[in-house]
T-cell receptor, first 112, second 114 residues
């Protein structure tokens, strides 16, 4: 079983819709969870991090964490074409802060 | 915001040569930097953790004698790919952790070994 699993997509939504991205992880000791956005040919940029169960909102983005189910999600409201990218879920390795497992990413396309 | 730079952005080299990639945190001090590698359509794979003033910690399966890491200051870490071969061609990305241990990524270095 891979440490971090994401649906590779592609996920396609119309402009203005809600995009829902999901991620599951295997290490129950993980404490920190991150969502990064990566445009083609570029390095990842941090969107949000979440440490506690529940929801965390930042503008159009909401991260949701359920440690019991080992599940993290990212909701993007009012999706824009500029949101089209690959979204990477990252989970800390528990034993050493900063060392992250990354999922393969979900490719999102927002069409106008 | 936190800015991390990498140099060079692209490099093409001949098989058997060595290539050095620099990673700098421009507006903050980073005690810890990380080096990742990403092959096309694959996830980022952590290669090593670089700590200022001490030896790097390599992930399982990463050859420390092939991928030399030096973290000489709080703003600079270097990765040297020694005796590079075509299978080392990849996208190498560094990240630097701030005091809150949030990682910020550099723009990446695309290495092509002929």
């Amino acid at each position: 079983q891979k440490e971090v699993e994401q649906n590779s997509g592609p996920l396609s939504v119309p402009e203005g819709a809600i995009a829902s991205l999901n991620c599951t992880y295997s290490d129950r000791g993980s404490q920190s969870f991150f969502w990064y956005r990566q445009y083609s040919g570029k390095s990842p940029e941090l969107i949000m991090f979440i440490y506690s169960n529940g929801d965390k909102e930042d503008g159009r983005f909401t991260a949701q964490l359920n440690k019991a189910s080992q599940y993290v999600s990212l909701l993007i409201r009012d999706s824009q074409p500029s949101d089209s990218a690959t979204y990477l879920c990252a989970v800390d390795r528990g034993s050493t802060l900063g060392r992250l497992y990354f999922g393969r990413g979900t490719q999102l396309t927002v069409w106008p | 915001g936190a800015v991390v730079s990498q140099h060079p952005s692209r490099v093409i080299c001949k098989s058997g040569t060595s290539v050095k990639i620099e990673c700098r945190s421009l507006d903050f001090q980073a005690t810890t930097m990380f080096w990742y590698r990403q092959f096309p359509k694959q996830s980022l794979m952590l290669m090593a953790t670089s700590n200022e003033g001490s030896k790097a910690t390599y992930e399982q399966g990463v050859e420390k004698d092939k991928f030399l890491i030096n973290h000489a200051s709080l703003t600079l870490s270097t990765l040297t790919v020694t005796s590079a071969h075509p299978e080392d061609s990849s996208f190498y990305i560094c990240s630097a952790a701030d005091v809150a241990e949030t990682q910020y990524f550099g723009p990446g270095t695309r290495l092509l070994v002929l």
